[in-house]
RNA sequence: GGAGAGGUGGGUGAGUGGCUUAAACCAGCAGUUUGCUAAACUGCGGUACUGGGCAACCGGUACCGGGGGUUCGAAUCCCCCCCUCUCCGCCA
């Protein structure tokens, strides 16, 4: 969420990045959210003063009765009651434009930062680098769906059967994997400096709203009624949320945890081409980074971010790209996003298996997560998150890229964490 | 699931309608003192919105779990909700 500050004091900037997006609504809404900005001011000035006065009055009242004035009090008395009529009318009408603003603010999406480019969709996202080259497969290589049948290591139609299509069953080797993985990223993240975090994985509606999965993405997140919670989507909600209501010192910073998590997508409605087998999931497991940084350095941590993800890929011997985003190609909350592409080689297609956000303050907004520096200047946070990294992808491509007639090799570096070097 | 207790500032914790501008203590920050450390003494506190000002700064309003109500006036009285803890039961 947008600072209302912001908006009315660099309208311009706000309305320029809002173009980069693409996004229609821009000029209508940023108006509107003023318009509605000044008659909140102006509403609140007015009740502030009347407020003011009913406390002088009030206060006078208890005054005259002590001094037995009790005439002049009951008039007093009539004045003050007259004025909270007034006050009544006057709350209301603040209540309601409070929540007019908050409403339009939900919709309007995050600045993009100056780096990125405009445009309209994946074709329009800049390749920033480009590593590893596009190994040659052997006559009969397959594509990760028919191998994980073939060395019976991911069962989906026995997810199918005791939950429902896109809830794969691991097995064997293709479980160890799973847990291999996921060891792996954890052990790579806190070598860096990461701190690990097991959080829930469910969590409350308020939680929901400090990271903007609610109310945009409603209709994404598994929802247990009876409890009203709700099934991650991705560590970030938990990792961030623990930071809601939080001022950090300066001691504290720069915040960086790590944490696997399962992950829940609904997924409704985006069910199409290019989503068979792993490629898309209702429940997947994720290693995710979170950092919370100060403003100057946020953009740094990114980079910083980005290149640590990508050493995973390397380590893991896959042949990758690095896209910048475009703005009509970012998750409303970013204000600047990298992704990580790895290619598969049976399906000879780049399968998106990482996404490096920097939110810079738009997240911070709406946790109210602060930093007060030791010159007791409050201001908000920036907060950052990527995958390092989501599994199923990463697996699809290992079993594509490194399938031979002999087996599918395991990557160097996973073999101490798997225990076999081949599945076959 | 049953019963009970409780939610007050960074922490502990007082506060039964106006003398509360939320006591006191602890922690924190600044200053004085000091050869250094410690101690003592003095002073200062948060957050949000907002008015004036280029700014330093000076004001206003709100905030005692949340929402509503009574009253000229509510941390305090009334109603609803949420959360936490303890005990019992059940259970991994």
Known sequence: MLQVAVIREQTNKVLDGLRKRNFKDAETLVNEVMLIDQRRRDTQKQLDDLKAKSNIDSKKIGELMKAGKADEATSLRATVSADKENVKTLEGELDALEKKQQELLYKIPNVPNEKVPAGFGADDNLKVYEHGTVPKLHDGALPHWDLIKKYDIIDFDLGVKISGAGFPVYKGKGARLQRALI????????KIGYREIQPPIVVNETSGYGTGNLPDKEGQMYFVN??????????????????????????DLPIMNAGYTPCFRREAGSWGAHVRG?????QFDKVEIVQIRKPEESYQALEEMCLYVQG??????????????????????????YDMEVFSAAQQRWLEVSSVSNFET???NRLKLRNKSKEGKTQLLHTLNGSALALPRIVASILEN???????????????YTGFDMIN
């Not at 989507?233 to 001022?247: F, G, K, Q």
């Not at 399938?403 to 160097?412: F, L, N, W």
């Open 402 to 416: 490194n399938q031979t007639p002999d087996g599918i090799r395991i990557p160097k570096i996973l073999v101490p």
């Open 278 to 282: 792993l490629n898309r999931l209702h």
């Open 183 to 190: 060891n792996f990223f954890l052990d790579e993240a806190v």
């Open 312 to 337: 995973l890929l390397e380590k893991l011997e896959l042949p990758y790209r690095k896209l910048l985003l475009c703005g009509g190609d970012m998750g409303v909350n970013s204000a600047m996003t």
């Open 362 to 364: 738009f997240q911070a």
């Open 226 to 251: 009876e409890d009203g919670l709700y099934l991650i989507p991705t560590a970030e909600v938990p990792i961030t949320n623990l930071y809601r209501d939080v001022i950090l010192s300066d001691e």
